[in-house]
């Protein structure tokens, strides 16, 4: 066998290697943050700890976490409503939907859509917090706290199959019915991904801004590898020191439909 004739083979199967290296599914990250714009942080998470659960931390004022994923805030007054982006609302749950209806009520939430029991699938119903963010709220008992995201696009299978193979996760149907993926890793807590069909705008600049991952492993080898799947890093690794004094490192990447996000590499908890 001639040493070109060898070489050539060699080229073929490294570039097959290389490209079954890119195709294959990420290992599973743990789903991080949702970031919401609000007129004024400290009102936000007061109203988020009161009406939907949430923990305060102390990594940074007015921040909360549900389970291990944390809510945050940034000063924008004049955020769009995150209706119609491509992250369109975000859902909690609840184990007695009925009684947490009637105290959205008493407390005077807008209530978007009434209580309705959807048959094999659970109680649901959509109210709004006061600066524009869609809320989906639901009893099942299977997770409780921040249940889901739920995303928007042309073709909801395409944005699965690239969660899937940019942050891993597992492809499911919630209920036996919804198309989803599901993000779950030990230590961390749980949360389900929706997409529902339709036309997107941008997240960045509506009430649910940014959406983020954490970073299991060093930020910058995490960040390469989501470039080599051609991934647009909108925003090279950096760090920032929380008021805490912990450092942490960040970057942005484009999602599907204009969602943002942002990866997270954080001291280990």
């Known amino acids: 066998m001639s040493s070109i004739f060898r070489s050539s083979i060699l ?5 097959a290697a290389s490209a079954a290296v890119a195709g294959a599914q990420a290992p599973t990250l743990p789903f991080d943050h949702i970031h919401l714009n609000v007129p004024a942080p400290a009102d936000a998470a007061a109203w988020y700890e009161t009406h939907m659960g949430g923990t305060r931390i102390t990594e940074a004022p007015d921040r909360l976490v549900f389970g291990s994923t944390r809510l945050a805030f940034t000063a ?30 008493a407390a005077g939430i807008k209530i978007v859509s009434p209580i309705r029991d959807v048959a ?11 600066w524009g963010t869609r809320i989906e709220v639901v009893q099942d008992d299977e997770l409780l706290g921040l249940h889901h995201i739920h995303m928007r696009g ?15 996760g597992s492809r499911q149907k919630l209920k036996g019915r919804n198309e989803a993926v599901r993000y779950d890793v030990e230590g961390f ?20 801004d940014h959406i983020g991952w954490r970073s299991t492993g060093p930020l910058a080898a995490t960040i390469d590898g989501l470039r080599s799947k051609q991934v647009t890093v909108a925003a090279e ?3 920032l020191t929380m008021p805490n004094g912990a450092l942490v490192n960040y970057a942005y990447v484009d999602g599907p439909n204009g969602t943002r996000i942002e990866m997270v590499e954080r001291p280990k908890e």
């Open 11 to 15: 080229t073929v199967l490294l570039v």
């Open 237 to 239: 690794p950096q760090g």
């Open 189 to 208: 807590s749980s949360v389900w991904f929706l997409v529902q069909a339709g036309e997107a705008t941008p997240t960045q600049g509506r009430a649910i």
């Open 76 to 105: 924008k007054a004049d955020a769009a409503p995150s209706q119609g982006s491509a992250v369109d609302h975000i859902g909690f749950s609840f184990p007695d939907l009925d009684a947490k209806m009637k105290a959205f009520e």
């Open 120 to 130: 094999g699938l659970f109680k649901l119903a959509f109210i709004e917090d006061p």
């Open 154 to 168: 042309p073709n909801p299978d395409e944005v699965l199959t690239w969660l899937v193979d940019k942050f891993g």
